[in-house]
């Protein structure tokens, strides 16, 4: 009998072990209280021109895979640190991505939290699912130029990667070469 009983919780143990493996992978829950943006309307409204500042939150080799073209990659581990350094106003419409909505709605609720005003999550799964455009890396040339990397520290704070700070911005309104675009102010 006591030999049962030590058999009956190992296997126990397993069968447990054996249902949570069958059930497929985890991903962490929606945040109930965060603001979800639909994978068409942000589509829509990037099509528009309207400047959203989105952020990718997974890790780079899942941002690698493929990402919203335009999005920047930034660990939600990182996120209010790198958000300070980019000097992003609390004025700008950000909109935060992951594969199911777990990790960036957390990561909009922290940016609310922080200041931003208009701050969203959407699903990268929705964008694929509605069949959305993806950027790989690999789409990436590989310079043999130095690259800047830096965003416009004018109204737009779009994201640049140029080899050419003479070159003018055409993302931003201020008309200017990219090496005002760098400068403050």
Known sequence: MKMLRWLAFPLLALACAVLVDAAGPQHAPVA???????AGKLSAELEQGKKILIIDVR?????????????V?????????????MKVSKDTTIVTMCEHGGRSSR????????G??????CRLDSWKKEGHRLGKAEEKARPT????????????LSYVETTDLAQVSEHCDCAKPYRECMKKG
């Open 32 to 38: 109930p209280d965060a603001q979800e943006t639909a």
């Open 59 to 71: 890790l780079p080799k899942e941002f690698d895979a493929g990402h919203v073209p335009g999005a």
């Open 73 to 85: 990659n930034i660990r939600v581990e990182e996120l209010s640190k790198r958000i300070a350094e």
């Open 107 to 114: 990561a909009a609720l922290e940016l609310q939290k922080l």
């Open 116 to 121: 931003y005003k208009t701050t969203s999550f």
């Open 145 to 156: 130029a130095k690259v800047y990397r830096f965003y416009c520290q004018h109204s737009c």
